[in-house]
Structure formats: C-alpha cells, structure tokens
C-alpha cells in the first residue's frame, strides 16, 4: 500500500513568490494533516481537514497562507507571498477518520522549503 | 511553559548501549502518550502508543508512562546503528477529538 505521497519534496523561492504544496493521503484515510516543522523541533498543526471540512485551522496563518482540499482527497497548501521565516518542512500526515479521540497519523516525507 | 519538554540532545552512545529518552509535561489532562521515530530527511513515523502508566514493550523498545510525575521515557535495549534518528515524544488530551502536541525531538545517534 502506497504511503502519503508529497511533492515537490524540495523548494526554493525568493521572498515574496507565491509557493504550492501537494498531498496525497493514504486511500481511505478521511483526516488529512498539514504539519510545519522547523529545524530542530517537532510538528506544529496548521490545518486538519476531516473529508473535504477544514474542522481546525486556529493555527494556520491566514493572512498568507491558504489550504483547500477539493473532493476529500488530495489537498494543496499555498503561500502568499512566502517570507524568509517560512523555510521549514511541511508535512502531510493522514489518518482514519473514525470519531476515536487517537488514530494514528502517517506522515509523507515532507516538502523542504527554502526561501531566500 | 511548553506544555511538552524534550532535551534536544544529540546523544551518542555506543553500539549496544540501553539508551533513555526522556519528556516531561505539564497538564495533566493529557492521556495518550507516543513516541515517534523520525530518520533524517523523512516523515515521523510511530513506534509506540499508550494510555496508562506503567510500561509497554515491543521488542527492544519499552515506553514507560509515570503520571503521577508527569514524565514519559522510551527505553531501547541493544541499540543499534539503525536506531540513529530523531525520536519524538508526542501527546494528546482526553475528552474527544483532541490534537498531538509533540515535543521538540531528541537525536539519538548510535556509534558502531
């Protein structure tokens, strides 16, 4: 079975471009995770999306950053305009979504993103 | 105060070492406890889960879960050179859906 699937895995861009990141969770997994993590510490939640509902976003910066996640599937995550504080690994992870207070979340291998 | 802590590290040990790996935190409304192993340049993946105190072994790993202390620790026996990563203590609170908060990560290396 194939894992969650995210591209690009690297990314570099100069300040103030417009940035996207792609997810594709495991199939049959209704919970999908975007995940910020910076050097040296653990994820930090920015959006979770139950189906296509984003049902916790409080953390994600929506002044400049957006997320979507058409037909309950795949999901993007955009920045606009990128910062240099934005270089970080952003993570996907999703899980079954059966109402359980823990199921455990499979992460993909991230996008590394570096602004300059 | 964050409400999980983590010494950062890097620890090194040798080939065969019992190594501890240790989280405090600070709420005690938190009531399931993970640990997570992250390889360098790839997503965290889980080892162990529980929600009692006490111990839970799988293998050579054994998560110990002390709430009375507010202190969890991962213990691996005979560690080996694969066991070099970043591993992750990560917790969730009770009362329905509730999110992981995950504490800052130790990098264990492990010298053959």
């Known amino acids: 079975e194939a894992g969650v699937v995210q591209s690009p895995r690297y990314k570099i861009i100069e300040k103030k471009q417009p940035v996207a990141f792609w997810c594709n969770p495991i199939?049959?997994?209704?919970?999908l995770y975007w995940y910020l993590q910076n050097l040296g510490q653990g994820p930090e939640l920015l959006i979770r999306?139950?189906?296509?509902?984003?049902?916790?976003d409080s953390q994600l910066p929506k002044d400049r950053f957006s997320a979507e996640r058409l037909k309950g599937v795949d999901s993007t995550l955009k920045i606009q305009p990128a910062e240099l504080g934005d270089s970080a690994v952003y993570l996907c992870?999703?899980?079954?979504?059966?109402?359980?207070?823990?199921?455990?979340?499979?992460f993909g291998p991230g996008t590394r993103l570096t602004v300059l | 105060q964050k409400e999980v802590e983590q010494d950062p590290g890097p620890l090194s040990v040798p080939e065969g070492a019992i190594v501890s790996l240790n989280c405090t935190y600070s709420?005690?409304?938190?009531?399931?406890f993970m640990w997570y192993r992250q390889y360098s340049r790839k997503g965290p993946e889980l080892l162990m889960y529980?929600?009692?105190?006490g111990n839970k072994e799988d293998g050579r790993f054994t998560a110990q879960v002390d709430k009375s202390s507010k202190y969890i620790s991962l213990f691996i026996r005979d560690s080996q050179p694969s066991d070099s990563a970043t591993y992750l203590c990560?917790?969730?609170?009770?009362?329905?859906?509730?999110?992981?908060?995950f504490g800052t990560g130790t990098k264990l290396q492990v010298i053959p």
């Open positions: 709420n005690s409304a938190f009531q399931y």
């Open positions: 199939s049959g997994h209704n919970t």
């Open positions: 999306y139950e189906n296509e509902e984003a049902v916790d």
């Open positions: 990560a917790i969730i609170r009770s009362g329905g859906y509730q999110k992981v908060t």
């Open positions: 992870a999703s899980s079954l979504g059966n109402g359980k207070p823990y199921n455990e979340q499979f």
């Open positions: 529980t929600y009692s105190s």
